[in-house]
């Protein structure tokens, strides 16, 4: 079956542009996760939501960074005033329920702010 | 101290060599043990999950858990070259916790 998908694949912004960047979860997957994946770095956890309310926004690094859910399906990570700190690969993820420990990822966003 | 410790290597071993990963971490409230791993420019695949202490095999892979030891180890026999990516732990404290992730450790498998 289909897995996550992401969109875009890449992107390339200048420094104080807005962005938004898509996910669409598993089929039936309720729950879904947006991560941050910096160069050499572990995955950073953003925020998640279970259906359309995010139970946990405790990753967001700084009020720039907002997400929002149109009921149990796609998601959007938009960056306001975006800065070179801010490129990363932006990882989703979903899982049934809310079995947090079996997450599948998309492929990634690739952000690059210049 | 961070929560969880993943030595990033780069770890390089020859075809058929047994693989040992390894991630130590702090929090004991984790209960669910995770390994994913990563190919290059792809997101991670969950290579499989464990809950509590105890050892899980799929495969080649298994996954052994020491909650005593706060530790935990992904070994793979017979390894391939096409085993070749970063695998990443993660860990949480049961449903509806996030996932605390370690920076990954870089294998090469070398034919």
Same mark, same amino acid.
């Not at chain 1, 938004?20 to 950073?44: F, K, M, N, V």
């Given at each position: ?19 938004? %960047? ?9 729950? %879904? ?6 160069? &050499? ?17 405790? &990753? ?17 990570? @938009? ?11 932006? %990882? ?7 079995? @947090?420990?079996?997450?599948?990822? &998309? ?6 702010? @210049? | ?5 993943? #030595? ?8 058929? !060599? ?11 409230? =984790? ?28 495969? +080649?892979?298994?996954?052994?858990? #020491? ?7 992904? =070994?793979? +026999? #017979?390894?391939?070259?096409? #085993?070749? !990516?970063?695998?990443?732990? !993660?860990?949480? +404290? ?6 605390? =992730? ?10």
């Amino acid at each position: 079956g289909a897995g996550v998908s992401q969109s875009p694949s890449n992107k390339v912004t200048e420094k104080g542009k807005d962005v938004e %960047l898509r996910c669409d979860p598993i089929s039936g997957h309720t729950a %879904l996760y947006w991560y941050r994946q910096r160069l &050499g770095q572990g995955l950073e956890f953003l925020i998640y939501f279970q259906g359309n309310s995010a139970p946990d926004k405790s &990753g967001l690094p700084s009020d720039r960074f907002s997400a929002e859910r149109t009921g149990e399906s796609v998601s959007t990570l @938009t960056i306001q005033r975006t800065q070179q700190e801010d490129s990363a690969v932006y %990882l989703c993820a979903s899982s049934k329920g809310l079995q @947090t420990y079996e997450q599948y990822f &998309g492929p990634g966003t690739r952000l690059t702010v @210049t | 101290q961070k929560e969880v410790e993943q #030595d990033p290597g780069p770890l390089s071993v020859p075809e058929g !060599a047994i693989v040992s990963l390894n991630c130590t971490y702090s929090n004991s409230a =984790f209960q669910y043990f995770m390994w994913y791993r990563q190919y290059s420019r792809k997101g991670p695949e969950l290579l499989m999950y464990t809950y509590s202490s105890g050892n899980k095999e799929d495969g +080649r892979f298994t996954a052994q858990v #020491d909650k005593s030891s706060k530790y935990i180890s992904l =070994f793979i +026999r #017979d390894s391939q070259p096409s #085993d070749s !990516a970063t695998y990443l732990c !993660a860990m949480t +404290r049961g449903s509806n916790y996030k996932l605390t =992730f370690g920076k990954g450790t870089l294998l090469t498998v070398n034919p």
